[in-house]
């Protein structure tokens, strides 16, 4: 926390102290008026450099000099972060090399742990112990669960059409679960309400600037376990735009304290059907980010975000990055959730396989290199939403117990097999 | 490889070479009959201590002198082990001490990678191409996604009633499915003849003496985090019995190789509805081990076996521990599995609950002693079924999206806990 020098407002620029406010800036309201942390990166700089010097990646404890936090004590006292990076290299035919940033070990099984875990701990810096969030997704069972591992209470607000599974999961973490009869948007609201009235501390999407700051560790993990030599481009998925926005955040703070020489191009995958944040991309030049909400309609339910949260951040941090969005089906998400299964033995939930997605769009494109390195964050698992997954396979082969007729469902399999290849 | 002298019989004693068989004794069959892999203890202890003396956790290949293996290129491209292990120190007032050895965040989410990634090794280094298992679970999983991650071809035999949502999963991973119309045991046979007949490499529970030795890292891992100073008892659930054995062996070579004085006593906790393997130690005298199958019911699905495949391992290797089994209701795993989620923020699947679910029953029975610490292992994510966590949980409260709804809501909550006080 020493290294805090400030929260700026991302629209209008103004400079707040570094305790001065706990969510968004009060000129430009809440979806424009996001906040973003400012440090001194001389001091957090050299500090960082020490505390990396020696020993393994293990969890996001590690980077504590960037981070907002006063006390490694606060934070919930399981594992977040240290999840591995895989170098794959023969992925295709066209690329040197692949890393994949496999978040799905987290403790709730999804990126968000990152952003959670800050939460968490500056509520419990406050002594605030009850936390909030309206959510359906991944964002939710990770404040419960880590909250839960925490000693502290949770009031969840999920739009009650919401799936039964996710619902149940909040409930077994002992989450306070209200259904709102409404849409995602409402409940988010009625959450901005609640909180204020009762004081709880609010942990959704993009509402508190420590969560940027928390899901910019992926960025710097990857950095590490690669000791700074970084590949050329990295893919994520975008929903409400906040890990893109850290992932940029993140590339540009090693830059700043000089442990690489340049970030890497970042690019946002969003579907075809939730795009909000690409189309405003794509008008975006380096003004006001115009902000046109659209219905969203995705299998990826992570990423199926209509009006999102940290589009200004997410726009404007990635046009400074140097890189772009790109938009895929869900045809190509359930084909690159079933190669990343098949080839890599990696089950990622819809929305994280969008990233792989993307990455195979780019390829075939021709939009890379020759030589580029290519990263791909692979932010929540597939036991997530194991029906969607379901969709890209065939199913399995009823035999009775008699090895006679494996034997000619073997054959069949070769028979086909051959006329495939003829 | 170099530090393994024989494989030797279980039931009659007879050493074989180290390579002269894959599966089981020949005399005693494939139930009576598994190997257990015999280490040169001096050499793999030398071995051992150098590679532990430096640097941090990270997979089980850092145990690798006491692992049958030849070339660390042969496990799959995945990070197996090198799990979390929580210290909680107010679990109880009771005790002074647990810790939790949570193994949900390996690659397919259960302990089972740890003994797959063994099999795949194994069967690489022999050059076979395709690895077969019967298992409906977790091993299924692990073995569908690490031997995709290798470039290996699975085959599974799943009875054809298995959860459609299981099965699911091992089809996104691409293996070859057969649905056999019949139970587990006529797939676990059919997969047997199968093997043989195709020359496919066998996964399938307590065949091949590798998967014990997989299961004993967790138990060096453990050890290993603990600076070698272990706790008095450790609680496990047990199905087939080899990760209890995989435990008991693990400890029992730590105090052959003198990092240890005296191992752990080995809790094996069954579902009171699968006690099969209970039952046999109930009776056994250090003789020969009494095997009585019986029918299997228990919501722990992971642990809904009623003729395990380890089960002369498990009794023997336990009783020579000095450790115990105990069993469970289903509403304990429950309850056991609620608290662990709301207490710890770990999500365990209900086979993998049914450990802490023994600890708090010993607990309450008076069986710990004050100053005894305790380890418990969670050996799959509650991911992995969460329809059966949801039975323990009430449903959530339904609002309008109006604050008004919420406060009533909450004054509502405020009076029970008032009155739940009273």
Redesign the interface.
């Known amino acids: 926390m020493k290294n805090i020098t400030g929260l700026r407002c991302v629209s209008c620029g103004k400079v707040y102290g570094p305790t001065e406010l706990d969510y968004t800036c009060p000129d430009c309201g809440t979806r424009k008026g996001t906040l973003e942390v400012v440090y001194d990166y001389e001091s957090a700089g050299k500090e960082f450099k020490e505390d990396v010097g020696e ?2 990646v ?1 969890d996001i404890k590690r980077y504590s000099s960037l981070l907002p936090i006063e006390n490694l004590g606060s934070l ?4 977040i972060g240290g999840t ?1 990076l ?1 170098g ?1 290299h023969e992925l295709t035919d066209d690329l040197d090399r692949i890393w994949i940033k ?1 978040d799905s ?5 999804s990126y968000k742990d990152r952003a959670t875990a800050l939460a968490v701990a500056a509520a419990r810096e406050k002594d605030i112990g009850t936390i909030t969030c309206a959510s359906t997704g991944n964002a939710a069972s990770s404040l419960a ?6 000693g502290m209470e949770t009031v969840i607000f ?1 739009p ?1 059409a919401a799936p ?2 996710k ?8 989450a ?7 849409s995602y948007d ?2 988010y ?2 959450c901005l ?2 909180a204020e ?2 004081n709880w501390y609010n942990r959704s999407a993009a509402i508190h600037p420590y969560l940027v700051e928390g899901k910019k560790t992926g960025a710097l993990e990857m950095a590490d376990q690669l000791d700074w030599n970084l590949p050329d481009k990295v893919f994520v998925s975008v929903g409400d735009g906040s890990i893109v926005s850290g992932l940029c955040k993140g590339f540009k703070e090693l830059v700043e304290i000089d442990l690489i020489d340049e970030a890497p191009r970042v690019i946002g995958v969003q579907a075809e059907g939730a795009d909000t944040i690409a189309r405003a991309f794509d008008r975006y030049d380096g003004g006001e980010v115009e902000i046109a909400d659209r219905s969203a309609s995705t299998i990826a339910d992570s990423i199926s975000v209509g009006k999102p949260r940290d589009i200004v951040k997410a726009v404007k941090y990635t046009y400074e990055n140097g890189g772009r969005f790109l938009t895929v089906s869900d045809e190509e998400i359930s084909s690159a ?2 190669e990343l ?7 990622a939930e819809p929305a994280a396989a969008a990233s792989y997605a993307g990455l195979k769009k780019a390829l075939n494109r021709g939009d890379l290199g020759d030589s580029e390195e290519v990263g791909v964050f692979i932010t929540g ?4 939403d ?2 969607a ?2 969709k ?12 006679s007729e ?2 000619s ?2 054959e069949e ?1 070769t028979r086909n097999a051959a006329r495939d290849n003829s």
């Not at 070990?105 to 099984?109: I, L």
């Not at 306070?176 to 409404?182: D, L, P």
């Not at 698992?381 to 997530?384: D, E, F, I, M, N």
Request: charged share 20%; proline share 7%.
């Open positions: 020993g393994t293990t919930p006292p399981l594992k591995p895989y794959f496999d070990g987290n403790p709730t099984a669960g880590l909250a839960a591992a925490s999920v009650a039964e599974a619902i149940a999961q909040l409930l077994v973490y002992g306070n679960v209200f259904a709102v009869e409404g409402q409940a609201d009625l309400e609640a009235k009762y959730l079933v299964a098949r080839k890599r033995g990696i089950f698992s597939g036991l997530k194991v029906s997954a379901k890209g396979v065939k199913g399995p082969t009823k035999v009775s117990p008699e090895l494996v034997e469902a073997m399999g």
